[in-house]
């Protein structure tokens, strides 16, 4: 190499080193190295997670009521260790008379119904009284046949031998 190369080189290597140098931090004809290494560092944050939460609504409880104005009484009992909201509506679940509250082996009575009318039940864990609903391993059924709002009536949430209402799965309402 002659000195007139050398010194060309030399005076190139120097503009780019001079040229990396400045303060506005960017770099004017500089191109990364095959072995630059740029160190990150990753900071990663946990939340922890929510509490298993197992609300239970008070047992006889009316939680939601609209129009139980009728003579009819509904008497339920729950052998099951499960908790239910029991529904009862003259149509849709979703506007019902009434629901009540009826923990696992517990009785209640609902008092004042009005009409034929339909029995919804809604079983699962942890109670949400805001969204009037479980929220955790839900299940929705319905007895088939209509009761009638001039009697008295007993319902049993359990299968039982001899049993002569019989149920059905419904969508979640």
């Known amino acids: 190499m002659s000195n007139r190369q050398w010194y060309a080189a030399s005076a190139i290597a120097v503009a780019v080193l001079v040229a990396g140098c400045g303060s506005s931090g960017e770099s004017v004809g500089a191109a990364p190295t095959s072995g630059s290494a740029k160190a990150t560092t990753t900071v990663r944050t946990t939340t922890p997670a929510p509490p298993v939460l197992n609300r239970r609504g008070e047992n006889g409880a009316v939680v939601q009521q609209d129009g139980l104005v009728g003579a009819g009484k509904l008497d339920i009992v729950n052998g099951n260790s499960d908790d239910f909201a029991v529904v009862v509506t003259n149509g849709d679940p979703k506007k019902p008379q009434a629901t009540i509250y009826v923990q696992g082996n517990s009785s209640a009575t609902l008092n004042g119904i009005d009409g034929t009318y339909y029995v919804y039940l809604k079983t699962g864990k942890d109670w949400d009284q805001a969204a009037l609903g479980f929220t955790r391993e839900r299940e929705f059924q319905k007895f088939d046949d209509a ?27």
């Open 147 to 173: 009761f009638d709002g001039d009697s008295d009536w007993e319902i049993t949430l359990q299968p039982s031998i001899g049993g002569n209402a019989s149920t059905s799965d419904v969508p979640s309402f």
